[in-house]
């Protein structure tokens, strides 16, 4: 699996940080673009396995799905695109051509993978609890 590596990278990339703030580091919010074949489950308890001993242990990835979006050079299409669903895998997949014209698209959004923002618990705050 790697989402252990992925999530390995994000830790390691995001201590420096993290060794910075003030407070309780209570949720790492991850955009995750469409096309990315990752599981948000695995991710989730890679995450809660390689957090463990650092400002993240306890804290919880939460992952947000960016959406396909495509453009069209041969008719003007921007926007989304269609999906076939596979029953016996669970999943859809994008269908990266112009659903106006068919032709090939320029894939504008959906390959992301990086961290949004994260959620801090303040000293403030944990002392009026």
Known sequence: ????????????????????????IVGVILKKGELRILSDQALANAFELLAEGT??????????????????????????????????????VPILSCPKCQSKVDVQAGRELFVDRLSVQTPAETDSR
């Open 1 to 24: 699996m790697h989402e252990y590596a992925v999530v390995s990278e994000l830790i390691n990339a995001l201590l420096p940080q993290a060794e910075t703030i003030e407070g309780r």
């Open 55 to 92: 400002p993240f242990e306890g804290a919880r990835l939460i992952v947000e799905l960016v959406s396909v979006s495509v453009s069209c050079s041969s008719c003007g299409y921007e926007g989304a695109v269609d999906h076939v669903s596979d029953e016996v895998f669970h999943f859809a």
